[in-house]
């Protein structure tokens, strides 16, 4: 175990929120708190601003910035702390649920107003389908938020997961007064846009102590010598191990706009969350603390100059020894590969790295070398598995309009769905190219970025499609025959798999009915 002291210096995990949550908010205090920036406002947010002439020129915009900040690595106490950015709108949702494939664990935040949101539910699914360690942030306290018991339930009910509450809030909004920290026993006041140091902290001996009444006054404190009474009896100690497995997810009230209840979520989290785990293959189980080295693509970032096609992959180290110049096997294409300058993201600034271990994300240039789902070792044959692709939502054909660029259109297509902006799917024994999204900004998104990087210029026919399922069967010969019964409604992936595109959830279920031998799926694993 040559690397082990690196290995558990090491915390890899994302932030994830439904919009205006709170999650820039909260990335701008964790790097202020780790020295990775120096003043507030410098996170760009990498939202879509909300009265952006058109959304999908932002998009353009916000490439370049999210490059830049797609990982921020910083120390803090010590452990080095890799936090993945994941695209907030929902159009983009699948580069988020890739990105979760290469953390270890989550923050989540919730906005004390709204509650739990469309978006947090979908993520969460993602987090439950993997298992991941979950924290989550209860954010905007100073608003006047829903009833703390009944958030909770809400989060626990909605989200299946078991909450713990590792600080108490003492009421919300304007009267807003601090949280009390279970653990430590000792309880922080709410001051807006504080320093998080130990003046606003007040020991108190226990809940009887009357420091907690002149402090809050009679009402709050003996309210929260209620609150706390119940929490503590319903909840006790907070079992590490259960929160490492996903079953239960500690929960921190608090205002990131204010860094409060920052702090305190950020101790815990370096003192409980996950350092880099083990990972499941096509062949095996990779341990971390394997000698040699192993790791995958999650994320391909195009570069913004159109002139210059290089992309920038980013690689997840999963075990050994990342190191520059050295060749590791590129397992898809069965060739050696090297990297001259491999860099990463420390204090946002892209440097070249010489040497990166398992939890670290290196970004490589590639110029058209990649796609998601690829993997490199030191020779051996095997996939991490575990980073499926998701049924589209909306399908359109394309259109050529320009038959001299049938070549570059071709290209674009291949190279941008490699990216993994869009699914192609290709009729079954036609050439119907059909492209599949999860939101309509992505087809804007595609059409600009063919003209405007590869010269082709394209239309969209909508599809009447509801789902893309993935078919297999144990019976080849029922595979082929529903294939062929059903030609005008199969088409292949890139990879060649088979997929039934259905109009509507009616006409799904009904040909499962009917044919009992094929297995629909509604997510792809990559490999
Ligand atoms: P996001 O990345 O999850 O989309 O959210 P972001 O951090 O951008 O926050 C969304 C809005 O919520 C921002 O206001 C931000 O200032 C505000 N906010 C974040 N944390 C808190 C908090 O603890 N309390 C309150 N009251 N507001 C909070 P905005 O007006 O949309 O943007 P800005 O002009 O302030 O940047």
Redesign the pocket.
Known sequence: MKYQTEIERRRTFAII?H????????TEKLLLFGGAIQTAGAVK?N?IKKHATSDFMEIERQRGISVATSVMTFEYKGILINLLDTP?HKDFAEDTYRTLTAVDSVIL?VDSVNGVEDQTRRLMEVCRMRDTPVIVFI?????DGKNRFELLEEIEKELSIHLHPMTWPINSGKDFKGVYNLAEKNLRLFTANTRADESDIVQISDLADPVLDEKLGERDAATLREDVELVDGVHGELVVEDYLQGKVAPVFFG????NFGVKEMLDTFIRIAPIPRDRETTKRPVAVDEDKFSGFIFKIHANLDPKHRDRIAFLRVCSGKFERNKYFHHVRLDKDVRFNNPYSFLARSKDVIEEAYPGDVVGLFDTGNFKIGDTLTEGEEFYFTGIPSFSPEIFKEVINKDPMKTKQLEKGLLQLTDEGVAQLFTQFGGNKKIIGCVGELQFEVIQYRLLQEYGASVEFRAQPYYKACWITSKNPEKLKEFTRFKSANIAEDKDGHLVYLAQSEWFLNTERTNNPDIEFHFTSEIH
Do not use: I
């Open positions: 929120s919009p205006d949550a709170g999650k820039t908010t909260l947010s939202k907030g935040v954010n905007k306290m100073d608003r205002s990131a706009v204010n």
